[in-house]
């Protein structure tokens, strides 16, 4: 294992702490630096706020996952004592060989109990759900279904108008309702609904745009609770309580786990990814910052998303996550239910760099031209369950401007207008550095982006997010 200051980011769970890790290290806090003889365990004492220092070590059994522990009071993991004893062993400071404490040999004992107890386990199965309780649970979704569709119906029917008029209160207490229903999803529905109220009251300038925004979430949660009452009532009369295949137990609010998705088959073994994008939103609705990644499947071309979500109220306590570099190569590869933009997550992960056979083999997993990619597309944000854009990797011909615009033209002479989705924030314009990407575009190269309808023109057009080449990825945003 080779220790990598990048290695160091990727395990803080935010900058911050890295950063405070870091002048810890450079302070000269840490004394008593020891190690084990085989190189997998370090330790020491780091001096902290109190009369006694703390203890701290870091168990690289498993260099990509490492186990960090510290006897400071601190929520954060890693801590910001552990980080600093990661920039201790990358400055090549001479660890004094020594027996491992007897208090973590007895921790690392159990903890290889533990493991080797799963492992000889075999992969966890769901819990059988109480039949009682989720009955209880179905029945009072279905109320909550019925309250939802009187206010989308009524809301249809006097005019999105009448936005101005109402109160956000209304919706924001409907959301309230929802939530002790079961219906996380369309609570979340109702806070938009609410927010868009608020900006058509508060900025008429942005009334537009709002009204947009409160059409296409009545549109798509009038569907969804249109089938949702199917799919909810089929489950209470057949008796079937277990997860299924499908986007609606998420869009009512369900949570996966991996052990349901491995239930329902939702899962490939020995996948090798290598990030094609990386951004960060702030959600005002559920008020949570969301980490999102963009992947491509080295095997199959298939594109993935990754989501880390973080609520700001517990902002420092969760994991950030960061750009990606290199191939990701993961034994169980997890996906969730749905149509496109197909989230993924897995459990353990070890990253290696990316060959140069890897990276010149990379552009030939796009689609086969735009033709094909704006097909898909359009057959994807015609379903109302699914978001309003589709993540493409498209072969490029040539890449310049058209008057003001951005233009990709394909291969066989397709054309598509480059520009930023209207929906994104300012964080996500950059579609103007285009023009400043260091040379010619290779020939053999693709872009990757989101596919979108633009309400303004009435067209498809992509949001570039990054150029790969056969040398490299040049992404356009983090």
């Known amino acids: 294992m080779t220790l990598t200051e990048q290695m160091i980011l990727l395990q803080a769970p935010n900058p911050a702490a890295a950063e405070n890790g870091r002048k810890l290290w450079k302070k000269g806090s840490f004394i008593g630096c020891c190690r084990s003889e085989d190189g997998t365990l370090y330790w020491a004492q780091c001096a902290g706020s109190g009369k006694n220092p703390y203890r701290v070590s870091i168990d690289w059994t498993d260099p990509d996952a490492p186990v960090c522990r510290c006897s400071c009071p601190s929520r954060q993991f890693p801590c910001k004592h552990a980080l600093g004893l990661m920039f201790v062993q990358l400055s090549d400071m001479e660890f004094e060989t020594a027996e491992i404490p007897q208090e973590i040999a007895e921790k690392r004992a159990k903890q290889a109990a533990r493991a080797a107890k799963k492992e000889a386990g075999g992969p966890q199965k769901p819990k059988k759900p109480n039949a009682a309780a989720q009955k209880k649970k179905l029945s009072k979704q279905l109320e909550g279904l019925d309250m939802a569709e009187k206010m989308v119906d009524d809301l249809l029917a006097s005019g999105l108008g009448a936005l101005a008029g109402s109160s956000a209160q209304t919706y924001e207490k409907l959301a309230k309702d929802l939530g002790s229903r079961y219906l996380t999803g369309p609570q979340t529905a109702f806070t938009r609904i609410a927010l868009a109220v608020r900006t058509v009251q508060q900025h008429p300038e942005q009334a537009e745009g709002a009204y947009s925004q409160a059409l296409r979430i009545l549109v798509a949660l009038r569907s969804t609770i249109k089938k949702s009452r199917v799919f909810l009532q089929n489950k209470l009369e057949s008796g079937s309580f277990a997860p299924e295949d499908s986007a609606l137990f998420e869009a009512l609010g369900g949570v996966w786990k991996l052990e349901d998705l491995r239930a329902i088959g939702a899962f490939r073994e020995n996948v090798r990814l ?205």
């Not at 009435?458 to 490299?472: A, I, K, N």
Request: charged share 25%; aromatic share 8%.
């Open 274 to 478: 290598v990030q094609l994008s990386f951004d960060v939103s702030f959600d005002e609705a559920k008020k949570e910052y969301v980490e999102r990644g963009w992947w491509v499947d080295l095997d199959s071309g298939d594109i993935f998303q990754t989501l880390n979500l973080r609520p700001a109220k517990a902002l420092k306590y969760v994991k950030g996550e960061d750009s990606r570099f290199g191939v990701l190569e993961i034994p169980a590869l997890y996906i969730y239910p749905g149509e496109g933009n197909r989230r993924a997550r897995w459990e353990s992960a070890s990253t290696r760099p990316l060959t140069a056979e890897e990276q010149a083999a990379l552009p030939s997993l796009a689609q086969s031209g735009l033709e094909a990619a704006m097909k898909l597309t359009k057959g994807t944000i015609k379903n109302t369950l699914a978001a309003k854009f589709l993540a493409v990797l498209v072969p490029v011909g040539k890449l310049g401007k058209v008057g003001e615009d951005f233009v990709l033209e394909d291969p066989d002479g397709e054309r598509v207008v480059l520009r930023d989705r209207p929906q994104e924030d300012s964080d996500h314009t950059c579609t103007a550095r285009l023009a400043i990407l260091p040379g010619e575009i290779p020939a053999g190269s693709a872009l990757f982006g989101l596919a979108f309808y633009d309400e303004r023109d009435l067209s498809l057009c992509v949001h570039p997010y990054s150029v790969v080449t056969p040398e490299q990825i040049i992404r356009l945003l983090y």
